[in-house]
């Protein structure tokens, strides 16, 4: 993956994601610190038609967003980075799970212990413009 074509790939992503009636989807990104996990989500919020400023929910832990989408209803965005299994209880995530038709990403993820996902993307640095993706 490179910057330029970051897009293409997260376009390509969203494509590929299941999108359920009755469930989230969950995607998990993984990777050193600056990887690009971040700006991986950002694209994905572009190919989703997300104009707004998407910055990382480092500090506040998620941020949410409305999709006019036929596929998400919603995207949002979970930074568990600073948190432990405790502290993820309180970002709601089992309720939004159960809600149906929405993308969580949720970045860090192994800090809050095991995660149910759809797909999980482990990014690494190959060069200072260069990662590598693996998608399972």
């Known amino acids: 993956m490179t910057l330029e074509n970051i897009d293409a790939i997260a376009e ?8 359920y009636p009755d469930v989230a989807t969950i995607l998990l990104l993984s990777g050193d610190m600056g990887a690009g996990k971040t700006t991986l989500t950002q694209a994905i919020g572009r190919a989703l038609k997300i104009s707004e400023n998407m910055p990382s929910p480092t500090f506040v ?17 979970i930074d568990a980075y600073r948190i432990g299994p405790e502290e993820a209880k309180a970002l709601d995530i089992h309720n939004e799970v159960s809600g149906g038709r929405a993308l969580i990403i949720m970045e860090w993820s192994e800090n809050i212990g095991e ?3 759809d797909a999980k993307i482990n990014i690494s640095h190959v060069s200072e413009f260069e990662r590598e993706i693996l998608i399972s």
């Open 61 to 77: 832990m998620r941020r949410d967003y409305s999709l006019n989408d036929d596929k998400f209803s919603k995207l949002i965005h």
């Open 115 to 117: 995660v149910p996902s």
């Open 12 to 19: 390509a992503i969203v494509k590929e994601l299941p999108s």
